[in-house]
């Protein structure tokens, strides 16, 4: 399966961003989607991180790091990533602290079957390959839809 990434920024929710999905696809189109799930409770504190090393960007002369902390959301069904940055201008020393976010979704296979369902696609091909980051044990599941053809 072709793989590629896909984040639902702009969307509300996962929901959404999939019914917004199949309004883009064409009568032939397909969408394959990685679900990652560790296996051993990756998710489950909130610690302190450390900061990353620094990242020279010579393009730009700036200096980079960044440190992000993990935060479940059991009621809203997804996971947190909380990025703070440092970011040093070279040329001024002047230094920057942005943060960012990013939202990823911990629904069930089930649930996104449901949903994908409910949007008027349909389950065509799974692929399960372990793997390992950081020393944890994780299953990517590789699904890939089509749009339905019994329907408008």
């Known amino acids: 399966m072709p793989g590629s990434i896909i984040c639902f920024i702009e969307n509300d929710s996962i929901e959404q961003f999939i019914e917004n999905l199949t309004g883009l696809l064409n009568d032939n189109g397909r969408v394959c989607f990685d679900f990652t799930r560790p296996t051993n409770g990756r998710y489950k504190k909130v610690e302190a991180p450390p900061w990353s090393e620094r990242l020279y960007i010579p393009e730009l002369d700036k200096t980079v790091r960044w440190k ?85």
């Open 68 to 152: 992000m902390a993990v935060y479940p959301n059991r009621t809203l069904r997804e996971v947190i990533y909380r990025y703070q940055w440092e970011v040093t201008d070279n040329s001024t020393h002047r230094v920057d602290f942005p943060r960012s976010s990013f939202r990823f979704s911990s629904l069930s296979f089930e649930d996104y079957h449901r949903l994908f369902s409910k949007h008027g696609l349909a389950f065509i091909d799974k692929e399960e390959r372990p793997s390992e980051r950081d020393g944890i044990s994780e299953r990517h599941f590789f699904l890939e839809y089509r749009r339905r053809r019994d329907i408008g």
